[in-house]
């Protein structure tokens, strides 16, 4: 089962993580979400834990205690699919603009237009 850790210190290595969960069961994976382009700890993480009793364990044992001075949420992971609100990556509405504008078509010099700029007499 793949557990999200969230509120972790960006100072949280993932061997702090490993250090944690270890105690609960025997982890397939573990990673701190980084920026791409500072690589600086976006304050979030994932581990994974072969049997779905010991994650539960986890959950259970780790959420809202304490790591490097902040207080751990600990929950199981969603799918990306289910993000919620600011998931939505099917298309959908998004607004912005589109169909007829309107607008002011043809010769933009028309005599009838008052530009209120300098006469050329």
């Known amino acids: ?7 972790l ?28 382009f500072s ?10 834990i072969a049997s779905d009793e010991e994650a539960k364990a986890a959950i259970e044992g780790l959420h809202e205690t304490e790591l490097n001075g902040r207080t751990l949420t600990v929950n199981e992971a969603k799918p990306k699919n289910e993000k919620g609100f600011h998931g939505n990556r099917d298309g959908g509405n998004r607004g912005g603009f ?3 504008q ?9 005599s009838n237009r008052r530009t209120g700029g300098a006469r050329n007499s």
């Open 1 to 7: 089962m793949k557990i999200y850790i969230g509120n």
């Open 98 to 100: 589109g169909g007829n």
């Open 39 to 48: 690589g600086r700890s976006k304050g979030f993480g994932f581990v994974e």
């Open 9 to 36: 210190t960006y100072d949280t290595t993932e061997e702090d993580l490993n250090q944690v969960f270890e105690s609960y069961g025997k982890l397939e994976s573990c990673a701190i979400v980084k920026d791409s």
């Open 102 to 110: 309107g607008g002011h078509g043809g010769n933009t010099q028309s």
